[in-house]
């Protein structure tokens, strides 16, 4: 065995065999043409449909602009479709629960990256660099019995 050919002829493995062992995406749309993924993030969950149109976001029945007040919670938002290069292509329509408004900026970019991935499978290597695809676990330590907070105890006084 002197290199990884030899390997292969060896196991009676041919590039056949491995190119059907690659996964291979497909479309995934309903019959409205529409995309669906769940985002994620701290405790806020987002329910994310998205299908082709005018660059619309629309979340909770509002729109971006009202729902999301602050500049860089819109700019959270719309990072896939410029990673993708698919600005003003696709409506977004998100319905978001729990956490807080940073944490439903993050659950609504992880659901759009997610449709997006499902609605155009080429762009899942770009999406996936980006690190728009991984779910982050990170969420807020519990409370400890005995602590003020999660780790911080009571102020000590020696008197």
């Known amino acids: 065995m002197a290199d990884l050919q030899d390997l292969k002829e060896l196991t009676g493995e041919t590039d056949a065999v491995a190119e059907d062992a690659a996964v291979e995406r497909v479309v995934v749309v309903d019959a409205m043409g529409r995309s669906y993924a769940t985002g994620k993030r701290k405790n806020a969950v987002a329910r994310v449909w998205i299908k082709p149109g005018s660059g619309k976001i629309t979340v909770n029945g ?23 290069g698919r600005e003003n292509q696709y409506d977004v329509i998100a319905t978001v629960k729990g956490g807080g408004l940073s944490g439903q900026a993050g659950a609504v970019k992880h659901g ?48």
Request: charge should be positive; glycine fraction near 4%; include cysteine.
């Open 62 to 84: 509002r729109d971006q602009e009202t729902y999301f007040a602050r500049p860089t919670l819109r700019l959270v938002v719309n990072q896939p479709f410029q990673v993708a």
């Open 112 to 159: 759009i990256s997610k449709c997006m991935q499902l609605a155009e499978p080429e762009l899942r290597g770009a999406l996936k660099a980006a690190g728009f695809l991984t779910r982050d676990s990170r969420v807020v330590e519990r409370k400890k019995y005995g602590r003020a907070k999660a780790r911080r105890s009571f102020q000590f006084s020696k008197r």
